[in-house]
């Protein structure tokens, strides 16, 4: 076999930026793509003392951009900007850009994919969901024979981890999140997390590879756990539930999407409600196919670096061959629907009297737990009709969807 050298750079030396160093320096490739694997640029604004990748610092970009034997990049800064006009330029000059960055997939990942496939060079972003969990090359190779029918994910490992905290431990959602902290499942502000951000830009990408459209992140409601109390948490264990935040895609019968990014009652029955920790789980449904549902770390150095490396490895296979990106539709019409008209089951929390409620609601199902408030299931009733039931009641807490999809 004549084994060659493939060149690649890191574009930022963090914690995933070294994990993927690590994962090409400790490990042979030759046998699976026929080719070695050499880092020869490390790009970061920081200087380093670690003898052994002093040889391939840069501070300059154009050291990788105008290097013919470079083919290959990994885009881990992070961030907006330089990530997008960085990846930008190499893809225009023909080399392939892999990725973790979810802000800069879910904001300018159409035009990238356009970009990678007008210079033949390819744009990958497997950890930019899940981390180290497989679930962007399965929605594009595995599921192709099957139409894409719903989306629901546990995407966001801090949140749940503080969620599972309340429901396991009964700590109060303060003193879960300080735990979190206090371990390193959560940044110091952790608003991008506990407020659905992260979540919700996860989401838009899955929704966008899932219909082949462009999903804006921006159109998608999002709320976070922020809100969730102990007295959720003993008004959804007496319905044998969990509370997770859910991001929540399923395409209408008029090729819309409804889509969101909340917290939810994900019934005991649902494979969901066994996801726990830090772990996160995407489950798909299929037309065919029925339910696939990817688990695993969402996170970490390692796991999110396996991801980056396998599409390196992806990108190496490729060299010199016609490329096939994805390619995300821009349409003149958002693609989604409106959440008014999305049919839910949804548990409500009030202060009003049973007679006032059902005289608003119907037949409806109360959960009985505390003495000084009244909770009520309302099955099968439209977000926007349940909105304006609940303007017509006293004392409104909150509403919490119940996950559909089984």
Same mark, same amino acid.
């Given at each position: 076999?004549? /084994?060659?050298?493939?060149?690649? +750079?890191?574009?930022?030396?963090?914690?995933?930026?070294?994990?993927?160093?690590?994962?090409?320096?400790?490990?042979?490739?030759?046998?699976?793509?026929?080719?070695?694997?050499?880092?020869?640029?490390?790009?970061?604004?920081?200087?380093?003392?670690?003898?052994?990748?002093?040889?391939?610092?840069?501070?300059?970009?154009?050291?990788?951009?105008?290097?013919?034997?470079?083919?290959?990049?990994?885009?881990?800064?992070?961030?907006?900007?330089?990530?997008?006009?960085?990846?930008?330029? @190499?893809?225009?000059?023909?080399?392939?850009?892999?990725?973790?960055?979810?802000? @800069?997939?879910?904001?300018?990942?159409?035009?990238?994919?356009?970009?990678?496939?007008?210079?033949?060079?390819?744009?990958?972003?497997?950890?930019?969901? $899940?981390?180290?969990?497989?679930?962007?090359?399965?929605?594009?190779?595995?599921?192709?024979?099957?139409?894409?029918?719903?989306?629901? $994910?546990?995407?966001?490992?801090?949140?749940?981890?503080?969620?599972? !905290?309340?429901?396991?431990?009964?700590?109060?959602?303060?003193?879960?999140?300080?735990?979190?902290?206090?371990?390193?499942?959560?940044?110091?502000?952790?608003?991008?997390?506990? !407020?659905?951000?992260?979540?919700?830009?996860?989401?838009? =990408?899955?929704?966008?590879?899932?219909?082949?459209?462009?999903?804006?992140?921006?159109?998608?409601?999002?709320?976070?756990?922020?809100?969730?109390?102990?007295?959720?948490?003993?008004?959804? /264990?007496?319905?044998?539930?969990?509370?997770?935040?859910?991001?929540?895609?399923?395409?209408?019968?008029?090729?819309?999407?409804?889509?969101?990014?909340?917290?939810?009652?994900?019934?005991?029955?649902?494979?969901?409600?066994?996801?726990?920790?830090?772990?996160? +789980?995407?489950?798909?449904?299929?037309?065919? @196919?029925?339910?696939?549902?990817?688990?695993?770390?969402?996170?970490?150095?390692?796991?999110?670096?396996?991801?980056?490396? +396998?599409?390196?490895?992806?990108?190496?296979?490729?060299?010199?061959?016609?490329?096939?990106?994805?390619?995300?539709? /821009?349409?003149?019409?958002? =693609?989604?629907?409106?959440?008014?008209?999305?049919?839910?089951?949804?548990?409500?929390?009030?202060?009003?009297?049973?007679?006032?409620?059902?005289?608003?609601?119907?037949?409806?199902?109360?959960?009985?737990?505390?003495?000084? !408030?009244?909770?009520?299931?309302?099955?099968?009733?439209?977000? $926007?009709?349940?909105?304006?039931?609940?303007?017509?009641?006293?004392?409104?807490?909150?509403?919490?969807?119940?996950?559909?999809?089984?």
């Amino acid at each position: 076999m004549n /084994e060659k050298m493939i060149k690649t +750079a890191i574009m930022g030396f963090g914690t995933v930026g070294s994990g993927v160093y690590e994962i090409i320096r400790d490990k042979s490739f030759a046998g699976e793509t026929g080719d070695e694997i050499e880092v020869k640029y490390i790009l970061d604004i920081r200087d380093f003392d670690d003898d052994e990748i002093k040889p391939m610092l840069t501070k300059n970009f154009e050291d990788i951009l105008n290097d013919d034997e470079v083919n290959i990049a990994a885009e881990v800064m992070g961030g907006l900007h330089p990530a997008y006009e960085f990846t930008k330029q @190499l893809l225009e000059k023909g080399k392939s850009v892999v990725t973790s960055n979810k802000e @800069l997939v879910a904001t300018y990942g159409r035009e990238l994919l356009e970009t990678a496939q007008k210079n033949n060079a390819l744009y990958m972003f497997e950890a930019s969901v $899940g981390g180290g969990i497989p679930v962007i090359r399965p929605m594009t190779v595995c599921t192709k024979a099957n139409n894409i029918t719903a989306i629901a $994910g546990i995407l966001n490992g801090t949140t749940n981890y503080i969620l599972n !905290e309340m429901f396991k431990k009964g700590k109060d959602f303060n003193d879960a999140l300080a735990d979190a902290q206090a371990k390193g499942y959560a940044e110091k502000n952790p608003a991008a997390d506990i !407020e659905g951000h992260d979540a919700c830009r996860k989401l838009a =990408i899955l929704s966008s590879m899932a219909w082949g459209k462009v999903v804006n992140y921006n159109d998608i409601p999002t709320s976070g756990i922020t809100d969730i109390s102990l007295r959720d948490v003993a008004y959804v /264990e007496k319905l044998s539930s969990v509370i997770k935040l859910i991001g929540y895609a399923m395409m209408n019968d008029e090729g819309k999407v409804y889509a969101s990014v909340s917290p939810m009652i994900v019934p005991g029955e649902n494979i969901l409600s066994d996801v726990n920790g830090v772990f996160n +789980a995407v489950m798909i449904r299929g037309n065919y @196919l029925g339910d696939l549902v990817f688990y695993g770390k969402g996170a970490g150095k390692l796991p999110t670096a396996s991801a980056v490396v +396998a599409d390196i490895l992806d990108c190496s296979r490729h060299i010199g061959a016609k490329k096939h990106n994805i390619i995300w539709e /821009e349409t003149d019409e958002k =693609i989604i629907a409106d959440a008014n008209e999305q049919t839910m089951t949804f548990l409500v929390r009030c202060r009003d009297n049973a007679q006032n409620i059902e005289k608003v609601f119907g037949d409806i199902e109360f959960v009985p737990v505390y003495d000084d !408030e009244t909770a009520f299931l309302v099955k099968d009733i439209k977000r $926007g009709r349940l909105n304006a039931g609940l303007e017509k009641i006293n004392g409104v807490i909150h509403a919490l969807g119940v996950l559909d999809i089984r």
